[in-house]
């Protein structure tokens, strides 16, 4: 059995130890996945992410979960697309997870959920962002049970079509 699921769905009714937030550098809620984990958390997420003095591209924090299910949320902000800093983009887009994933290690978690990071707003390409994903998780989350949750149909159907292994 692998430890990496891919499946759609709602990442803040993910019932576990960990979700990743798809977070913004002030960590202070946005658009997206990380205002939807911000509306289901509760007024106290914001509150605590007020006293993390932001996060660069990169990096991740750690917070309480609040009213999710999820005992902590992992922010991580990743890069924002440029086709001309591609390599960059990547290298930034990898600590992104494996920073989350070093996180949730030091906190005991043993499960975890991530969106696809980047993809969305910062424009990412979707397969591109999925394979990073995957080999990250693979690479530096083998002591935890890790989802990625897809929230959009077209993310979805590049998962299905290229990563049959892991749909669920």
Same mark, same amino acid.
């Given at each position: 059995?692998?430890?990496?699921?891919?499946? *759609?769905?709602?990442?803040?009714?993910?019932?576990?130890? /960990?979700?990743?937030? =798809? =977070?913004?550098?002030?960590?202070?809620?946005?658009?997206?996945?990380?205002?939807?984990?911000?509306? $289901? $958390?509760?007024?106290?997420? &914001?509150?605590?992410? /007020?006293?993390?003095?932001?996060? %660069?591209?990169?990096? $991740?924090?750690?917070?309480?979960?609040?009213?999710?299910? =999820?005992?902590? &949320?992992?922010?991580?902000?990743?890069?924002?697309? @440029?086709? !001309?800093?591609?390599? %960059?983009? !990547?290298?930034?887009?990898?600590?992104?997870?494996?920073?989350?994933?070093?996180?949730?290690?030091?906190?005991?978690?043993?499960?975890? /959920?991530?969106?696809?990071? @980047? =993809?969305?707003?910062?424009?990412?390409?979707?397969?591109? $962002?999925?394979?990073?994903?995957?080999?990250?998780?693979?690479?530096?989350?083998?002591?935890?049970?890790?989802?990625?949750?897809?929230?959009? !149909?077209?993310?979805?159907?590049?998962? *299905?079509?290229?990563?049959?292994?892991?749909?669920?």
């Amino acid at each position: 059995m692998s430890n990496l699921i891919i499946t *759609q769905g709602d990442i803040t009714t993910f019932s576990g130890d /960990a979700i990743v937030n =798809a =977070a913004n550098p002030s960590l202070l809620g946005g658009g997206g996945v990380d205002g939807a984990i911000h509306r $289901a $958390a509760g007024p106290e997420l &914001v509150k605590e992410c /007020a006293t993390l003095g932001g996060c %660069e591209t990169g990096n $991740a924090k750690i917070t309480k979960g609040y009213n999710l299910k =999820a005992k902590f &949320v992992i922010h991580t902000v990743g890069p924002i697309y @440029s086709s !001309k800093h591609s390599d %960059e983009c !990547k290298l930034l887009l990898e600590s992104c997870y494996k920073k989350s994933l070093e996180l949730a290690e030091q906190n005991n978690c043993k499960s975890i /959920a991530f969106p696809l990071i @980047s =993809a969305g707003v910062y424009g990412y390409p979707k397969k591109e $962002a999925l394979e990073v994903a995957i080999d990250m998780i693979r690479n530096y989350g083998k002591n935890l049970e890790v989802q990625i949750i897809l929230f959009d !149909k077209e993310i979805c159907k590049i998962a *299905q079509k290229n990563f049959k292994d892991y749909w669920k």
